[in-house]
């Protein structure tokens, strides 16, 4: 792109957006689709027919010549399968064809996908069916459909499903709210989200030679390099040209492809980097979220480089989170957390936060585990990321709002007159009104709260489908209350004040990395799930999946079977992670130092025949050989243990927790001391200092 006057042109050019529909529909056709997407009716055949035909010519004129159903399986990555337009038209001829039946509806081997259960190896039938309200686009030559994807029996199996059901069952709940307050126009409120998305670029040379980047996205091994990030010199540095180079390569693809990414800049660890988008739909940003993922891997290779989106790829080293923002607006574009101007709004945004802050404390269990995988054990509660435990940060000026609402007593604004709850006479709240906290897992920015507990590398749809439930059950709750109400104002204050009573707990402005957070934490009763082994059983306790299945998100199957999948692949992970760090040591490692060794003592032989001083020999030699000793008595417990993983699914996790970790830090500990003694000529792979400073 040589200049910028291109960018409108530029944006969205390979997706088949509600501008290019307009355009190339009838009219009827085209508010048939406006339909279908406001109002969830379903579109007749006739209309799926000319949407079909319109999507294939255009994407035929940007070059395209396959079509796929693009979907979320439960890998936590994309799924997609290409057939050609083309037809036989006779005569050895072809023609380009594709149907409205095609358009709707898909069907893929289901039995190849994670399903916990949900389906047997020998049922293979599943389906895949467009979501109308995602806009198709054009990547590498293929039309990419947005699908969803379930079984031959209806079972959900994928992320994007429940996402849907989600979005439609707290926008419900929240028009209940909002008919309360006298908006009789909203029709629909919306999730908003906004990921902001940390990764790191490291040379391609390099990850090469490295199997434990290859193998696990990690590295397994590695002492830390003279210098890391003690001088705090790299974030929001000025951006090294080959990186430079990658970004404005990666913003123009994602701008292709409609995706607002707006922000980047230089994260606090070397060689890491981070790209924010501006806002937009829950499903739209979870969709998008997957392709920014996808494309930042396909870039990188492009430039010579890899992009590393694992939670923690270097020990010692601030790892990759992913940012959440998360609010809710009506289809009018009012955000409902926004603290508003007038006093109705106020009284109105009190009653959402009130939802939002009995949710996350009532369900804080289950929030931790949407975050809960192999990777992010690494970094939360790590002093750079959030600590394991769920807390809510208000803000000083909001909090003591709060408090004086509990209190019962008037809260002096600014000086100016005093605040009481009610419809009309709440004073206006600012926004922004307080600062930032870096470390705090949910914190309130203004308009929206910050999730900021979730991995790099995950998929955004689990704990967007939470917190859409959760403040679906909230809202609900209150809704059910003050409806039948007498006295609207006198019953809201007392809903209010009762909630953030009974739930204060949760809110927290302090500093979550301070150790006597933890401790405070324990006395007010909040629960800290330290590993993913301690909270992924949190999925299937009672009171969680009641909720979702009170909600229709999931069935107890398909809520059962999430957990099962996620239990299963943390055990996949760290078994690869062990069998690699075997294959690494007995392979690289130990041959490496072993002829480094040799070489010592040969040297310190010819030293020791002239009669000059070999201490440094010989002393390196026998500290290499004591060091070598103990990582091959580690590198066989390792195995003997990784052999003995018991088969059932949740005694095999913990397992893994509690025995293969620990091997595999002890085997590590004693490599990465070998590592320092070792000559760099004989060191099998890149170090630290050569990945983290080279690009």
Same mark, same amino acid.
């Given at each position: ?30 508010? *048939? ?6 109002? +969830? ?49 006779? +005569? ?43 806009? *198709? ?116 693809? !994602? ?63 601030? +790892?990759?989170?992913?940012?959440? #923002?998360?609010?809710? =607006? ?10 508003? =101007?007038?006093?109705?709004? #106020? *009284? ?88 930032? #906290? ?71 402005? +302090? ?130 243990? !990784? ?53």
């Amino acid at each position: 792109m040589s200049t910028t006057t291109k960018l409108p042109e530029l944006f969205g050019s390979m997706v088949f957006n509600e501008e290019t529909m307009k355009e190339r529909l009838s009219s009827a056709s085209y508010k *048939a689709w406006k339909t279908c997407v406001t109002d +969830g009716t379903p579109l007749d055949i006739s209309t799926a027919n000319e949407i079909a035909e319109a999507m294939k010519q255009w994407a035929v004129e940007k070059g395209a010549t396959h079509y796929t159903h693009w979907f979320q399986p439960m890998t936590g990555v994309t799924a997609e399968k290409h057939d050609s337009f083309i037809a036989p038209a006779g +005569g050895g001829r072809i023609m380009m064809e594709f149907s409205g039946k095609e358009l709707v509806r898909g069907e893929s081997d289901a039995s190849s996908f994670p399903s916990g259960g949900l389906r047997a190896t020998f049922e293979a039938r599943g389906y895949t069916a467009w979501d109308p309200t995602s806009f *198709a686009f054009i990547k590498e030559g293929s039309l990419c459909i947005p699908t969803v994807f379930c079984s031959y029996s209806g079972e959900a199996l994928d992320k994007k499903t429940p996402l849907l059901r989600s979005m439609d069952e707290v926008s419900r709940q929240a028009v209940r709210i909002l008919r309360l307050f006298g908006d009789t126009e909203t029709k629909r409120v919306i999730t908003q989200v906004g990921p902001e998305q940390e990764y790191f670029l490291i040379d391609k040379k390099m990850y090469a030679q490295r199997e434990d980047l290859r193998f696990c996205g990690r590295t397994l091994f590695g002492a830390k390099p003279p210098k890391g990030q003690e001088l705090e010199d790299h974030y929001y540095g000025a951006i090294r040209p080959r990186v430079a180079a990658y970004m404005q390569d990666l913003d123009e693809e !994602l701008w292709k492809l409609g995706v607002l990414s707006k922000t980047k800049h230089n994260e606090v660890a070397p060689s890491q980097h981070e790209m924010a988008p501006i806002y937009t739909d829950a499903n739209s940003a979870c969709d998008q979220n997957q392709l920014v993922m996808e494309i930042m891997k396909k870039v990188a290779d492009r430039h010579g480089l890899v992009c590393l989106l694992h939670e923690k790829p270097f020990a010692g080293v601030n +790892g990759s989170g992913k940012h959440d #923002n998360w609010s809710l =607006s009506t289809d009018k574009g009012r955000n409902l957390f926004k603290p508003g =101007s007038t006093p109705r709004q #106020n *009284a109105q945004f009190l009653l959402f936060l009130a939802a939002f802050v009995k949710g996350v404390d009532d369900y804080q269990d289950f929030l931790r585990a949407t975050v809960a995988f192999p990777g992010n054990d690494h970094r939360l509660g790590a002093q750079e990321a959030p600590p394991a435990v769920l807390s809510i940060f208000l803000g000083d000026e909001l909090t003591a709002v709060v408090e004086s609402i509990i209190q019962g007593t008037e809260f002096q604004e600014a000086g100016k007159r005093t605040l009481k709850i009610g419809v009309d006479t709440l004073p206006a709240i600012p926004q922004d009104n307080t600062d930032r #906290n870096r470390t705090s897992p949910m914190a309130f920015t203004g308009n929206k709260f910050e999730f900021r507990m979730l991995g790099a590398s995950q998929s955004i749809s689990g704990p967007n489908i939470a917190l859409n439930t959760i403040v679906a059950e909230e809202l609900e709750q209150f809704a059910d209350e003050l409806e039948p109400s007498q006295d609207f104002r006198g019953d809201l204050e007392k809903l209010i004040r009762r909630v953030f009573t009974e739930h204060q707990r949760i809110i927290f402005n +302090g500093n979550g990395y301070d150790e006597a957070w933890i401790d405070e934490a324990e006395r007010r009763g909040l629960s800290n799930l330290v590993s993913t082994a301690d909270a992924l059983p949190m999925y299937t306790s009672r009171k969680n999946m009641d909720l979702f299945i009170k909600h229709g998100i999931y069935t107890k199957e398909e809520i059962e079977a999430r957990a099962e999948i996620h239990i299963e692949n943390y055990s996949a992970v760290i078994s690869i992670e062990a069998k690699t760090m075997i294959d690494m040591i007995r392979h690289q490692i130990l041959p490496a130092v072993s002829k480094y060794a040799d070489a010592l003592c040969q040297r310190a032989y010819h030293k020791d025949a002239m009669h000059l001083p070999c201490q440094y020999e010989t002393g390196t030699a026998a500290r290499i050989a004591a060091l070598t000793d103990t990582l091959m008595a580690c590198c066989d417990k390792l195995e003997r243990d !990784l052999a003995a993983i018991p088969e059932e699914t949740m005694d095999a996790m913990c397992y893994c927790h509690n025995v293969l970790i620990p091997d595999m830090a002890d085997a590590r500990k004693a490599a990465d001391q070998l590592e320092t003694l070792t000559d760099s000529e004989f060191w099998p792979f890149p170090v630290y200092s050569d990945l983290l400073f080279y690009v």
